[in-house]
């Protein structure tokens, strides 16, 4: 069955404390994995998109990479205002699957 | 100006009573989508329409009715509420189904069934 499975489920960390969030992934025919980010009482905001193994992309604090297995969110030097709920969805050709996502709370 | 509105973004009512979610986007995509985000936020797709025309309908109870009157609209109707029915359900859009670009998403409808 594919999933999409994130970890960790919640991270604090300390203003300028760089860290990773993992987002593994078993999806046949995978065209793309997304990042999104969730802040409270909102929709999903579109951060990345990955689509080869080897690929990254960068913006402000945050870069994503991509492996065949896994992909990474890694938050370099975060201010409080990077806390969010950080999604990734793998893209099927017929549909998203979602993970549950990692809290990330940035404490100042 | 919003993208995907949503309304409306809280709704309260009685288990067993019919409503209505509106959706609707600016942004002249051709595939729109339900999602339902449980007390985990776990965001699960519900269904998703291209061009006005169901393709996905992921084993949603038949009380979950869907109605898309043109491409930038998408509507949810759902009958007999029930108690397992509180939660977010949130509308995203995209370009095209099978373009593997990112869905754009509304803020929201809060269900709580009472």
């Known amino acids: 069955e594919d999933q999409v499975t994130q970890s960790p489920e919640a991270l604090r960390l300390q203003e300028g404390e760089s860290s990773s969030l993992n987002c593994s992934y078993t999806?046949?025919?995978?065209?793309?994995l997304f990042w999104y980010r969730q802040d409270p009482g909102k929709g999903p905001e579109f951060l990345f998109t990955l689509y080869s193994a080897g690929e990254e992309k960068e913006k402000e604090r945050l870069k994503a990479t991509l492996t065949k297995k896994e992909s990474f969110l890694h938050i370099t030097a975060p201010k409080p205002e990077d806390s969010a709920t950080y999604l990734c969805a793998a893209d099927r050709d017929d549909k998203i699957i979602f993970g549950k996502g990692t809290r990330l709370h940035i404490l100042p | 100006d919003t993208a995907v509105s949503q309304t409306p973004k809280y709704l309260v009512t009685q288990m067993g009573n019919d409503k209505s979610i509106k959706c609707e986007q600016n942004l002249g995509h051709d595939t729109m989508y339900w999602y339902k985000q449980d007390s985990k936020k776990f965001l699960k797709i519900m269904f998703s329409?291209?061009?006005?025309?169901?393709?996905i309908n992921e084993t949603v109870p038949n009380r979950f009715s869907p109605k898309s009157p043109d491409k930038a609209h998408l509507n949810l109707h759902i009958n007999s509420l029930e108690l397992g029915d509180s939660a977010v359900y949130f509308c995203?859009?995209?370009?095209?189904?099978?373009?593997?670009?990112?869905?754009?998403f509304g803020d929201g409808t809060r269900l709580s069934i009472l």
């Open positions: 995203a859009s995209s370009q095209a189904v099978d373009s593997n670009q990112p869905q754009h």
């Open positions: 329409y291209n061009n006005k025309e169901l393709i």
């Open positions: 999806v046949s025919g995978l065209r793309g």
